[in-house]
């Protein structure tokens, strides 16, 4: 049965064993605002890998710089690129350790394959972009990323029960970068944004002895574990003309 990006299919008691049989992202946005942050060799893998990842295409394409505070790749990277070299490789939070649904990494990254290998294929060439902030961290000095000089950003995170949920990763502004005015997106061309986030990322409510539900904290209270810096992702996915909805089925 097709689902539909708003409304159930059909009531929950009636749904029974059914779930996703194929998930569609299209015209959709993901991003990482759960993080692993009491495993800091994943976190610092992540760092590595966009690292290189970032100074691959710096080699052999170069960035322009957009808005004084995002780097976009002077061209478009091909999609299995992408994939195997980058996506692949990251390290999602477990939406087992996250206490709520988190991004669905295996189904997303099966649906950028299975799109790449249809017989029409789709997302082929993807726009990458660099995310800093206008200006430095006060006594943080701006990083060296992918060859590229960019001021981190800072997320606190919600007090939540398990997992640890920065709430949100994107501005609105950011999800147009690659387009002029009045374009619409392509299907071969999603976006890739990548975020730089400071380690040391406080909350602007100092108080937190006792903090309550989702109230806003620092990034790694209570966290006893080395702190790293994060590398967060977001893909805004174009409308797909191949699988535009869910299917679901038993």
């Given at each position: 049965?097709?689902?539909?990006?708003?409304?159930?299919?059909?009531?929950?008691?009636?749904?029974?064993?059914?779930?996703?049989?194929?998930?569609?992202?299209?015209?959709?946005?993901?991003?990482?605002?759960?993080?692993?942050?009491?495993?800091?060799?994943?976190?610092?893998?992540?760092?590595?890998?966009?690292?290189?990842?970032?100074?691959?295409?710096?080699?052999?394409?170069?960035?322009?710089?957009?808005?004084?505070?995002?780097?976009?790749?002077?061209?478009?990277?091909?999609?299995?690129?992408?994939?195997?070299?980058?996506?692949?490789?990251?390290?999602?939070?477990?939406?087992?350790?996250?206490?709520?649904?988190?991004?669905?990494?295996?189904?997303?990254?099966?649906?950028?394959?299975?799109?790449?290998?249809?017989?029409?294929?789709?997302?082929?060439?993807?726009?990458?972009?660099?995310?800093?902030?206008?200006?430095?961290?006060?006594?943080?000095?701006?990083?060296?990323?992918?060859?590229?000089?960019?001021?981190?950003?800072?997320?606190?995170?919600?007090?939540?029960?398990?997992?640890?949920?920065?709430?949100?990763?994107?501005?609105?502004?950011?999800?147009?970068?690659?387009?002029?005015?009045?374009?619409?997106?392509?299907?071969?061309?999603?976006?890739?944004?990548?975020?730089?986030?400071?380690?040391?990322?406080?909350?602007?409510?100092?108080?937190?002895?006792?903090?309550?539900?989702n109230q806003r904290i620092d990034?790694?209270?209570?966290?006893?574990?080395?702190?790293?810096?994060?590398?967060?992702?977001?893909?805004?996915?174009?409308?797909?003309?191949n699988l535009p909805n869910n299917?679901?089925?038993?």
């Amino acid at each position: 049965i097709r689902g539909h990006q708003n409304l159930n299919v059909t009531s929950p008691n009636k749904m029974g064993a059914a779930q996703n049989v194929k998930s569609s992202f299209s015209e959709t946005l993901n991003q990482t605002i759960w993080f692993p942050l009491d495993k800091p060799e994943i976190l610092r893998a992540n760092y590595l890998l966009g690292n290189k990842f970032l100074e691959s295409i710096n080699r052999e394409v170069g960035f322009n710089k957009i808005n004084d505070r995002i780097y976009l790749a002077k061209q478009k990277i091909p999609g299995f690129t992408v994939l195997n070299d980058f996506l692949n490789r990251y390290g999602f939070a477990d939406r087992e350790d996250t206490g709520g649904p988190g991004m669905d990494s295996e189904q997303l990254l099966r649906y950028i394959s299975d799109r790449l290998s249809d017989p029409n294929p789709e997302l082929q060439e993807w726009s990458i972009a660099l995310v800093g902030n206008l200006n430095p961290i006060q006594n943080v000095d701006p990083a060296i990323y992918g060859g590229l000089q960019v001021n981190m950003i800072q997320r606190s995170r919600k007090h939540t029960l398990k997992g640890y949920n920065i709430g949100v990763l994107t501005e609105p502004d950011h999800l147009f970068v690659d387009m002029k005015d009045g374009a619409s997106k392509s299907l071969q061309n999603p976006l890739l944004l990548l975020y730089l986030i400071w380690k040391g990322s406080e909350a602007v409510d100092k108080d937190q002895s006792n903090p309550r539900l989702n109230q806003r904290i620092d990034l790694y209270r209570n966290v006893d574990t080395e702190k790293v810096d994060l590398l967060g992702l977001a893909i805004q996915f174009p409308k797909s003309s191949n699988l535009p909805n869910n299917y679901i089925g038993q």
